[in-house]
């Protein structure tokens, strides 16, 4: 396996703009992310994934990082259409959320997120934890065949 970077790109779907900048700056920095979208709630990401309206030419992400408490359509709700639209489901989905919450990762699981990750409080964490997400995803893991 190669350990080059691959070029990636990420759909970030984050409400919290300190902590959509932290995310974006973590991966810019480290020279991961090729390419980022941040879009601020649920109802925006499913437009975005499905490429409508002001997005009719948005690029098919290869990874989302998604929050789980987003206005007007939850994380829940957007990662359950995610994995149960065919033409959606491949694509990998990791939760960046502030819940440790049992609750909260079995529901994430039961809906098939690839990973579910609790945001760490203090900075030097969040960014270490944001540039291992970036390399793991854009070097070491083998991403699904683009359809």
Known sequence: MTTEAKPIHFLLV?????????????????NVANTLHHVHDG?????YLQQEGKYADAQRPDLVLLDLKLP???GHEVLERIKSDDSL??????ILSTSAHEGDVDRAYGHHAN????KPVDFAQFHKMIRDLGLYWSVW?????RR
């Open 141 to 145: 893991n083998a991403p699904p065949v």
């Open 89 to 94: 489901r491949s694509i990998p989905v990791v």
């Open 72 to 74: 007007k359509l939850s």
């Open 43 to 47: 109802m925006e990401a499913m437009e």
């Open 115 to 118: 990973s579910y990750l609790t």
């Open 14 to 30: 984050e409400d919290d703009s300190a902590h959509a900048d932290l995310v974006m700056m973590s991966l810019t920095e480290n």
